[in-house]
């Protein structure tokens, strides 16, 4: 299985979400300078992420996004099936038609049993339990320093 960028940023945007937003909403603009995703991709992924109810928008001063669920409730697995990024090892996205003749292939059974081992791993693995790891904090708080110490730029209207 091979997972796309798509895949990625979503989870690391979720993650970013899981930490920043325990105090306050979270911008979209702060998540992309943090995780160095373009903003624009960011606004894609977070409309999916919130018609599957995992996000939810705060509107006006002090507004961004936050968790629509508990840490605990949200798994890997739902992330990157929001996105639509499927957990599939195969060839043929699991219809068993790999080969020309529209048949599965030798080795059909064996990558459709090492999908269900990854989409079995990543539904049992929640965000509050990546959150949890020491290497995953560490990274957040570096990450978060780094917002808090850039200048303000002042741009001419």
Not at 70 to 75: D, K, L, M, T
Not at 89 to 101: A, D, E
């Amino acid at each position: 299985m091979r997972l796309t960028t798509k895949g990625r940023y979503a989870v690391t945007a979720m993650l970013d979400l899981a930490f920043h937003s325990q105090v306050k909403p979270v911008t979209l603009t702060d998540i992309a300078t943090r995780q160095t995703i373009s903003l624009s991709y960011l606004e894609q992924l977070f409309a999916r992420l919130r018609k599957a109810g995992m996000v939810t928008g705060v509107r006006g001063p002090g507004g961004g996004y936050k968790l629509s669920r508990e840490p605990e409730e949200i798994s890997i697995a739902q992330i990157i099936a929001a996105v639509d990024e499927p957990i599939d090892s195969t060839k043929c996205g699991s219809k068993r038609n790999c080969n020309k003749n529209n048949q599965p292939c030798l080795t059909h059974d064996l990558w459709m049993g090492l999908s269900e081992q990854i989409r079995d791993y990543l539904e049992n693995i929640s965000l509050a339990e990546v959150l949890a790891r020491e290497p995953v904090v560490e990274v957040a708080k570096r990450q978060q320093h780094t917002i808090m110490v850039q200048p303000y730029i002042n741009t001419p209207t």
